[in-house]
C-alpha cells in the first residue's frame, strides 16, 4: 500500500495514518549530530528505537501522562496520533554532561543541585538555540498554562523514567522531551510526541558509568550498536532476531 509521506526528519519518516488524526512513524536507522554536521547510520537503531519507545511511552501512558503513542505496528512502524509540534525542545537534566557541562564549566558527571529544566528552539537553520520561558511566552510558541503543563510533565516523566532506568542498572543523566497539542473537538491536550530512545536520553551504567546512547556516536566512541542493544535488553525488549537481519532484506547473488 502506497502511503503519503507527510515529513521526512533525519531519524524518522511521517506517513498518513489509516485513520483521519493519526500518523504512521517510521524508524530509520540514519542518525545525525551536531545539527547535521555529522551523519552516519547506526545498524538496527530504528528496529530498537522503536520498541524501546514503544515500552517508555507504553509505561508512561500508564502512570497517567499522556502521550502520541497509539500502538506498534511492525519492526520500523508506529501508530501514533496526528498532534500540531510544539516547536521546543524540553531538556531535563539530573547530571551535568553535554551541553551544560560545556556552557557553565561544570564537570561531566557532576550531580546538578535539582533536576534543572532548559528549552531549545526546533529550529535547525538557528542550530535549535537555547531559549527562556520568556522568549516562549513573548513569541507566542507556548502559552503559559500550556508551558506550566509541559514543566510538570517533564518533571514526572524524569521521576518515572529515573526509577525504570535505575532497576535495570540505568542512570538517567539527561533527556529531550517534544509535546504536541491533541485536539478532540474543542479540547486541547498536551500530550508527548516524537520518541524516547538513546537518541534522546543519556543514559549510565550505575557501576561503570559507561555511556550506553547516542554520545557513542557524537563522540566516537565506538559499539554504538552495542549500546543500544544492551538498552533494549534490560528494558526486556530486544528483539529476538541478530543484527544482520534487522538490515532487511540483502541480495544474494
Ligand atoms: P545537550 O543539550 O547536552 O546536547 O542534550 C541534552 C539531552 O537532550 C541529551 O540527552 C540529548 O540526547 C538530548 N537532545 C538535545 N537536543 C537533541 C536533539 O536535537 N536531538 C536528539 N535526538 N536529542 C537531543
Known sequence: MRRRRIYEGKGKVLFEGPQPGTLVQYFKDDT???????KGIITGKGVL???????????????GVP?????RLNM?????????IIPIKVMVRNVAAGSIAKRLGLEEGSQLPRPIIEYNLKNDKLGDPMVSEEHITAFGWAGTQDLDDMVQMALRVNDFLSGLFLGVGLKLIDFKLEFGRLWEDED???VVADEISPDTCRLWDV????CLDKD??????????EAYQEVARRLGVLP???????KGPKLVQ
Open 49 to 63: 528505537n522503536n520498541r524501546i519507545s514503544e515500552y517508555l511511552m507504553v509505561r508512561l501512558g500508564e502512570i
Open 67 to 71: 502521550t502520541h503513542f497509539v500502538r
Open 216 to 225: 557513542r556516536f557524537r563522540r566516537d566512541m565506538g559499539k554504538v550498536e
Open 207 to 210: 557501576k561503570t558509568n559507561d
Open 188 to 190: 486541547m491536550r498536551i
Open 240 to 246: 529476538e532476531v541478530s543484527a544482520v537481519e534487522m
Open 32 to 38: 545525525s549530530a551536531f545539527n547535521n554536521k555529522k
Open 76 to 84: 520500523r512502524e508506529q501508530l501514533i496520533r496526528e498532534v500540531e
